[in-house]
């Protein structure tokens, strides 16, 4: 059973840094799109950015995030990674990491349609005050 486990949020102030991390254990991630959702207060969970790990192919949300944020994959630990970079409030939220193993995954990777992700962790808080 794949166990997907964020960690590495934490309150920061506007303008720093954070690295997020999601382990997995039961499954290795090579043919998966992985992929970090976030859900603000009030507002409905969006994505943010992905990856195909068999090519290491990446998507972004939005041009704002791409600028800022990195997702990165560790295939040696089976750990998918978030560096979010100058941070502003509005980021703050709780994220999440998940995967997609269908055999569909990487042509819809792209696409961070949260209904195509089957596996979803417990998520981690990330606060930014301004």
């Known amino acids: 059973q794949e166990q997907l486990v964020e960690s590495g949020g934490d309150s920061v102030q506007a303008g720093g840094s954070l690295r997020l991390s999601c382990g997995a254990s039961?499954?290795?991630?090579?043919?998966?799109?992985m992929g970090w959702f976030r859900q603000a207060p009030g507002k409905e969970r969006e994505g943010v950015a992905s990856?195909?790990?068999?090519?290491?192919?990446?998507?972004y949300a939005a041009a704002s995030v791409k600028d800022r944020f990195t997702i990165s994959h560790d295939n040696a630990k089976n750990t998918l990674y978030l560096q979010m970079n100058s941070l502003k409030a509005e980021d703050t939220a709780m994220y999440y990491c998940?995967?997609?193993?269908?055999?569909?995954?990487?042509?819809?990777?792209?696409?961070?349609?949260?209904?195509?992700?089957?596996?979803w962790g417990q998520g981690t808080q990330v606060t930014v005050s301004s």
């Open positions: 998940a995967a997609d193993y269908s055999i569909a995954s990487e042509g819809r990777c792209y696409g961070l349609q949260q209904r195509n992700f089957r596996h």
């Open positions: 039961g499954r290795t991630h090579f043919n998966a799109c």
């Open positions: 990856m195909y790990i068999g090519t290491g192919t990446t998507y």
